[in-house]
């Protein structure tokens, strides 16, 4: 049974403890909610990958308290400390070599030599780090392949009866998942756009992020139809074919569309950081008001937009299904 609980004192100390004996519980965080489980409890890392039906073990973040705790689970060169004392707390994840004695188990790595950690800003993830005092491994709280979720009511949707336990601190508020940068080889790597821009992560480096060598590192986030809604997307669209919905930014194709038509518009004053926030949210909105397909406008492809074109890229690719 999945328990729906606010996020006050009470229902913290009953999470940590859910985690502490290996079961999992939804939480928010400042980017989307999060399906965690204890990171050293490999059985429990296992629940977590079950209860998403991911078809392989990914590597997942570990979400930990403070600098001296990723200090204790991975090295880390001085430019990815920098990072660090920039961008944490916040929608960063670092990836970097496993430290001698570091926590986090291997199946929360896939087997990987490296770990990837982030400390979240938001108040009840602090909140049940600190009251666990070990860290949280926690992908997406969604159905592997499915929509991110930003509400408690999206984790439900996907995962009621699949966790103990869903913490309920209202809708996040970058939307977009973390960006992550690894530091496993000479030079830093962008492995994943997210919600803080390349352009701000290469200021602070003074330096330019490389490109991924292979895409097999990064699945799911990496694979075709990763972040799919129902509904079809059509990118790049100039005006709405008869049944379409369109998802819209700064209003372009609000003016065209015929009456009755389904129009959500990421910002209408065509702010970046508002169109993250509400990208997931809306996709999951054609679906729920049964939208069938979807023209997408031209989203640009500067600052948080290279990540919403990544996730719009991969929700319209070809599926399988
Ligand atoms: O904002 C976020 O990052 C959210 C919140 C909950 O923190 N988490 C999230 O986790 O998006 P997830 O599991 O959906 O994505 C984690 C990504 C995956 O693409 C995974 O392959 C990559 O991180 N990753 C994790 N460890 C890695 C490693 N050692 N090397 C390369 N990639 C890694
Ligand atoms: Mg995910």
């Known amino acids: 049974m999945t328990v729906l609980a606010g996020a006050d004192a009470a229902a913290i100390a009953r999470a940590a403890a859910t985690l502490r004996e290996g079961g999992l519980v ?12 204890d990171a050293t409890n490999a059985w429990a890392v296992a629940r977590i990958y079950d209860a998403k039906g991911r078809p392989s ?7 930990i308290a403070d600098i001296e705790s990723a200090r204790r689970e991975a090295l880390l060169p001085e430019a990815a400390l920098r990072l660090a004392e920039a961008f944490w707390p916040g929608p960063l994840t670092i990836v970097a070599p496993v430290a001698p004695g570091g926590s986090v188990c291997e199946l929360a790595r896939a ?4 770990v990837a ?4 800003d938001h108040p009840v993830a602090q909140a049940l780090i600190a009251a666990l005092g070990r860290p949280i491994a926690a992908p997406s709280a969604n159905r592997s392949g499915h929509v991110s979720p930003v509400t408690a009511a999206h984790v439900a949707e996907d995962l009621s009866g699949r966790v103990e336990m869903i ?3 209202g809708r996040t508020t970058a939307g977009l998942e973390s960006t992550i940068v690894s530091f496993c080889e000479a030079t830093p790597i962008l492995l994943r756009p997210g919600a803080i821009s390349r352009e701000a992560i290469e200021k602070v480096l003074g330096e330019k992020l490389a490109a991924p060598a292979r895409a097999e590192v990064l699945a799911p986030g990496m694979t075709a139809s990763h972040y799919a809604p129902d509904a079809r997307l059509r990118l790049e669209a100039h005006e709405l074919e008869p049944g379409e919905g369109a998802l819209d930014f700064g209003g372009r194709l609000t003016a065209l569309a015929p009456p009755g038509a ?6 209408p004053v065509g702010d970046l950081v508002e169109a993250a926030a509400n990208l997931f949210a809306y996709l999951r909105e054609f679906d ?7 023209a997408v ?9 290279e990540a919403i074109n990544d996730r719009l890229r991969r929700a319209s690719a070809p599926r399988l299904d």
């Not at 406008?297 to 937009?305: C, D, F, K, T, V």
């Open 26 to 37: 939804a939480f928010p965080t400042e980017t989307v909610y999060g399906l965690g489980a």
């Open 57 to 63: 073990f990914n590597p997942l973040i570990a979400h």
């Open 111 to 114: 087997g990987l030599p490296s």
């Open 117 to 120: 950690l982030r400390i979240p």
């Open 167 to 169: 913490l309920d601190g």
């Open 262 to 267: 389904t129009v959500l518009d990421l910002s």
């Open 288 to 294: 729920a008001r049964g939208v069938r397909s979807v």
């Open 297 to 305: 406008a031209h989203i640009p492809e500067r600052g948080l937009g």
